[in-house]
């Protein structure tokens, strides 16, 4: 379906919604796209590029519209790696805590890492002479979500300082290959460091605002809602929108639950820092966090790439918890217990990665 592996994890087909097996994201730093989770909201809309166009308007000296050609003619290309993670990721672990009505168990691989090539999103701005005061910068998609009622466009918006930060692209390649219709085919905003959310798909508008977007999916939900709030939420302004993504990591190879020999065995995974900020450092433990040795750390492809990471744990005849956490380059850590991470509409769970290993007499 859509061109993705056939194992992929289907958490929904209409909109389609689908992660790879954790294992799939190991050994490359760059997922290819057959592999890289989608999350959708609605039908993926197939647009034909060369009737698209850009609208930018809102808080702007020069209102303007844009083809795919003319965008690409006046602007200079530009290429960035960077990590998209969705805000449920890793949410499987906080529903073993409590329910999370109408939210997909999404595990740790909705996150992944791509090069993606298009024009600065700065540069379109400053064309149109964005104006003091806008504070947001507002991105609107071409599909229709049915959880909305009435129906809307999906949108969001990202503050000023981002959207003039030379990071953010509209973005028509996913590693060096056209964009995929379910990726945002034929322009997807990518801004790094940020909830994937805010990387609006299939974008035709862009609006400077002098507040944050009302759009469904940044007023209603992709909120950071307080423990004892009402789950189904979706009242205007509950809770406090995300934005930034918190240091978060966890373990690729081997599986959670899998049967190895005892013994020295090989343990990898990611770990992202989000927001501007890069990793640090990776911790291990197998006696619950009581003791910590240093994991190895992959290359740091681009400030806004994640880390891959390895070390080898020792494992008895019997079972064994490994437990992993990461810290960022501004010395956060994350936080040991789903418990406390969670929250009603299951966002952010960055608690510390765990997984089971069975060792079996070799
Ligand atoms: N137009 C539009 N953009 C969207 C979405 C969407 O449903 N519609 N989903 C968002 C969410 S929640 C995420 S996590 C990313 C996922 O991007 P991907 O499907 O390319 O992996 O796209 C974001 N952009
Ligand atoms: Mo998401």
């Known amino acids: 379906m859509w061109g993705k592996r056939h194992d992929m994890i289907v958490h929904e087909v209409e909109p389609f919604n689908s992660e790879p097996p954790r294992g799939a994201l190991a050994g490359q730093l760059l997922t290819p796209v057959d592999t890289f989770y989608t999350r959708n909201h609605g039908k993926v809309p197939e647009l034909d590029p060369a009737e698209w166009s850009l609208r930018v308007d809102g808080l702007v000296e020069r209102p303007v519209t844009f083809s795919l050609s003319a965008l690409r003619r006046r602007f200079p290309e530009h290429s960035e790696i960077a990590v998209l993670q969705c805000a449920g990721n890793r949410r499987a672990d906080l529903l073993?805590?409590?329910?999370?009505?109408?939210?997909?168990?999404?595990?740790?691989?909705?996150?992944?890492?791509?090069?993606?090539?298009?024009?600065?999103?700065?540069?379109?701005?400053?064309?149109?002479?964005?104006?003091?005061?806008?504070?947001?910068v507002e991105f609107v998609g071409a599909d229709v979500s049915p959880e909305v009622d009435p129906p809307e466009l999906f949108g969001g918006s990202i503050p000023r300082r981002k959207a003039l930060a030379d990071e953010v692209l509209l973005a028509w390649a996913m590693n060096d290959e056209p964009l995929a219709p379910v990726h945002g085919a034929p322009v997807r905003v990518v801004v790094p460091g940020y909830i994937g959310a805010r990387s609006v798909k299939w974008v035709?508008?862009?609006?400077?605002?002098?507040?944050?977007?009302?759009?469904?999916?940044?007023?209603r939900t992709y909120r950071m809602l307080p423990p004892q709030a009402e789950r189904s939420a979706g009242r205007r302004g509950e809770g406090f929108e995300l934005g930034l993504?918190?240091?978060?990591?966890?373990?690729?190879?081997?599986?959670?639950?899998?049967?190895?020999?005892?013994?020295?065995?090989?343990?990898?995974?990611?770990?992202?820092?989000?927001?501007?900020?890069?990793?640090?450092?990776?911790?291990?433990?197998?006696?619950?966090?009581?003791?910590?040795?240093?994991?190895?750390?992959?290359?740091?492809?681009?400030?806004?790439?994640?880390?891959?990471?390895?070390?080898?744990?020792?494992?008895?005849?019997?079972?064994?918890?490994?437990?992993?956490?990461?810290?960022?380059?501004?010395?956060?850590?994350?936080?040991?217990?789903?418990?406390?991470?969670?929250n009603p509409k299951g966002y952010a769970n960055n608690s510390w990665a765990r997984i089971t290993l069975d060792g079996v007499a070799g």
């Open 96 to 136: 073993k805590v409590a329910d999370i009505p109408g939210e997909a168990p999404w595990g740790p691989a909705a996150t992944a890492n791509a090069r993606w090539t298009g024009v600065r999103l700065a540069d379109v701005l400053r064309d149109a002479g964005l104006l003091p005061e806008a504070t947001h």
């Open 245 to 342: 993504i918190a240091v978060n990591s966890d373990v690729l190879e081997p599986d959670d639950g899998s049967r190895v020999t005892a013994g020295p065995v090989r343990v990898t995974g990611y770990a992202f820092a989000g927001g501007d900020r890069t990793i640090a450092r990776v911790d291990v433990s197998t006696d619950g966090g009581r003791s910590w040795w240093q994991a190895e750390l992959g290359e740091q492809l681009s400030q806004w790439s994640w880390r891959h990471w390895s070390t080898t744990v020792e494992v008895p005849v019997g079972s064994v918890e490994v437990v992993v956490r990461a810290w960022d380059s501004s010395a956060a850590v994350q936080p040991e217990s789903a418990a406390g991470a969670w």
């Open 204 to 219: 035709n508008r862009i609006t400077a605002l002098a507040h944050s977007s009302h759009n469904f999916f940044q007023a």
